[in-house]
């Protein structure tokens, strides 16, 4: 027996306007930071209609935010179920796959989403920083050259790649993409960053406190202050190495290194003092260059640096 137009119509839209309503709600909750009451709407939302794969991927995105990434993944193995050409339900399993460091599982995803999706550049970049994880350095280098095939100036293809190469022992590549990531983006941390842990690797003192000063306007953090002071340290610079050591000591009380530094630092002052003063080339000008004569320690720069 089939029901009248205006009866189904009574049985029909008001599910429609619901289930429209608990979505929205749900949305506007997510978007503000109550995610208990997001993740009520979008349960409310699957009772009435529970294939509805946009309700799965939102409970999915509440429950990652919520520090819940088992639910999660289930969330968005449910949107998948219903719709497996999700790309932002195989971003979002991949992404809780990672927060739960099933990394072989991640990559899987991210095969899922490259064969749908060949030229979505996140899925690559984020395919090869799960290889790395799993020290497959070769493979992730492979995911950032297709990232750079399609996006050449990708800052932070270049410098995951430098990182792949520095773990590869490839010192001279990795630099080689750092300068490319830093070329396209020269505020870009990471790759400043991983610029200072070359340098360190290669021990040139005058490169890492070069660096770790640029890095240092981008981001002020204590430990680039130690890393900074230990650069100056290994100059034989006591005065600015005890201000970064200071500096790391003050920003980070319980960062018991920047402590040992100060006492370093004045140990070394006790010795001998090579502070330049404002010419803190360390080591990058040539002879005759402005500076140079009035050097402090003229006689001792290609030691110290190199």
């Not at 999915?60 to 639910?71: A, I, S, V, W």
């Not at 230990?230 to 500096?247: W, Y």
């Amino acid at each position: 027996m089939s029901l009248p137009p205006e009866a189904a119509g009574e049985r029909f839209l008001p599910s429609v306007d619901r289930l429209e309503a608990a979505v929205h709600a749900g949305r506007k909750a997510l978007e503000g930071g109550r995610y208990d009451d997001a993740l009520r709407q979008f349960n409310d939302a699957l009772r009435l209609k529970p294939e509805y794969d946009v309700a799965w991927l939102l409970r999915g995105h509440t429950l990652r935010r919520m520090g819940d990434f088992d639910g999660a993944l289930q969330s968005f193995g449910q949107a998948l179920r219903h719709n497996q050409e999700s790309e932002d339900g195989w971003m979002g399993l991949a992404a809780s796959l990672h927060e739960l460091r099933r990394f072989k599982e991640e990559v899987e995803a991210y095969d899922q989403l490259t064969r749908l999706r060949p030229r979505l550049v996140e899925a690559w970049l984020n395919k090869g920083a799960a290889l790395h994880d799993l020290k497959d350095y070769a493979g992730a280098i492979a995911c950032y050259d297709r990232v750079l095939a399609l996006r050449p100036e990708h800052a932070a293809a270049w410098n995951n790649k430098g990182a792949a190469l520095l773990r590869l022992g490839d010192e001279a590549r990795a630099a080689e993409c750092f300068a490319e990531s830093l070329r396209f983006n020269p505020d870009f941390f990471d790759a400043l960053v991983n610029r200072i842990f070359l340098s360190q690797k290669q021990g040139h003192h005058g490169d890492v406190a070069f660096w770790a000063d640029r890095a240092l306007r981008v981001r002020d953090v204590a430990w680039l202050w130690y890393v900074k002071g230990l650069a100056h340290l290994g100059l034989l610079e006591s005065t600015m190495s005890l201000k970064a050591f200071e500096r790391a000591a003050e920003m980070d009380p319980t960062l018991k290194e920047a402590r040992a530094g100060v006492r370093r630092a004045k140990a070394l002052r006790e010795k001998v003092d090579f502070y330049r003063g404002v010419y803190e080339c360390f080591g990058t000008h040539v002879a005759g260059d402005p500076g140079c004569a009035e050097c402090e320690i003229v006689g001792k720069c290609r030691e110290v640096t190199r």
